[in-house]
């Protein structure tokens, strides 16, 4: 199985700051690498697909990039609304894995 | 609007059984390939289960290989897991997800996702 490692495990930021949170997979992935959004008692939320493809709808603030095992997330400027845990997903192989989750707080 | 909407949890003890199911609307059913993914209260997600848009491709992670089956029936937009042999370890939120794709498999993601069901397992 492919394992995904995610750092930090959570932030302290401020609104208007750049974010980047790291997605490590175990082994090459390619670019098949999606980020979520889930903020709390809500399901997550498609931000990301192919790594560096923004999901419809999603502001132009997120962005992610990187190929191969090593992929980010960025936040260009934090807003509110951004607080939330942000979760890196393969789908290369069956099982499907996630990463552990990154807690971005004030 | 796309929208999923699982039913089913509850409390189980373990070694029992419990059904969940997810109503589907607003997009083709049949289209898409769906997912499991479960949540421990304030864990990460993990991928349970898919199966493709016409049931002959299905895919379990190792933690609930031969205890859990998945199954679909397009003509009710419905997408069903059957979990036997339940631990305390399954405790959690399970949600449906939409996939991409038809078919499970490399490159796809979940654009659309319920709000999900808790299953505990107590004695």
């Known amino acids: 199985d492919i394992q995904m490692t995610q750092s930090p495990s959570s932030l302290s930021a401020s609104v208007g700051d750049r974010v980047t949170i790291t997605c490590r997979a175990s082994q090459s992935i390619s670019n098949f690498l999606n980020w979520y959004q889930q903020k709390p008692g809500k399901a997550p939320k498609l931000l990301i697909y192919a790594a560096s493809s923004l999901q419809s709808g999603v502001p132009s603030s997120f962005s992610g990039s990187g190929s191969g095992t090593d992929f980010t997330l960025t936040i260009s400027s934090l807003q509110p609304e951004h607080f939330a845990t942000y979760y890196c997903?393969?789908?290369?192989?069956?099982?499907?894995?996630f990463g552990g989750g990154t807690k971005v707080e004030i | 609007e796309v929208q999923v909407v699982e039913s089913g949890g509850g409390l189980a003890q373990p070694g029992r059984s419990l059904r969940l199911s997810c109503a589907a609307s607003?997009?083709?059913?049949?289209?898409?390939?769906m997912h499991w993914v479960r949540q421990t209260p304030g864990k990460a997600l993990e991928w349970v289960s898919g199966?493709?848009?016409?049931?002959?491709?299905?895919g379990y992670a190792d933690s609930v290989k031969g205890r859990f089956t998945i199954s679909r029936d397009n003509a009710k937009n419905s997408l069903y897991l059957q979990m036997n042999s339940l631990r305390a370890e399954d405790t959690a939120f399970y949600y449906c997800a939409k996939d991409i794709f038809l078919i499970t498999g490399t490159g796809s993601f979940f654009d659309s996702w319920g709000q999900g069901t808790l299953v505990t397992v107590s004695s």
């Open positions: 607003g997009f083709t059913f049949d289209d898409y390939a």
């Open positions: 997903q393969q789908t290369y192989s069956i099982p499907l894995t």
């Open positions: 199966i493709s848009w016409n049931s002959a491709s299905i």
